[in-house]
Nanobody, 120 residues
Framework: QVQFVESGGGLVQPGGSLRLSCAAS????????VGWFRQAPKKEREVVSC????????YYADSVKGRFTISRDNAKNTMYLQMDSLKPEDTAVYYC?????????????WGQGTQVTVSS
């Protein structure tokens, strides 16, 4: 059974940083394209960042490019999202999921999500 467990969310001031983690079970992260989605109140879910299975290539939404970094630890079967220079508009519930891509709005599997709130 595929299961994702996200952690690391919280309340942070604008300009601050957070590191999200996604632990996978019943599923090998390295074998599939995986990534992070987010959904803010009254907004549609959107892709934030993806990492491919083949060459580890990455994708970032324009809104987070240069501020967020996706990575994967194959030994721990865990994926991360380092978020720097956070802005209030980054406030959302963040989910790790698969598959992942700029045109995927409904992944097949995702976790319960972790809340990120950017506010002073």
């Amino acid at each position: 059974q595929v299961q994702f467990v996200e952690s690391g969310g919280g309340l942070v001031q604008p300009g601050g940083s957070l590191r999200l983690s996604c632990a996978a079970s019943g599923f090998t992260l390295n074998d599939y394209g995986v990534g992070w989605f987010r959904q803010a109140p009254k907004k549609e879910r959107e892709v934030v960042s993806c990492i491919s299975s083949s060459d580890g290539g990455t994708y970032y939404a324009d809104s987070v490019k240069g501020r967020f970094t996706i990575s994967r630890d194959n030994a721990k079967n865990t994926m991360y999202l380092q978020m720097d220079s956070l802005k209030p508009e980054d406030t959302a519930v963040y989910y790790c999921a698969t598959p992942c891509g700029p045109f995927i709005s409904t992944p097949d599997y995702w976790g319960q999500g972790t809340q990120v709130t950017v506010s002073s």
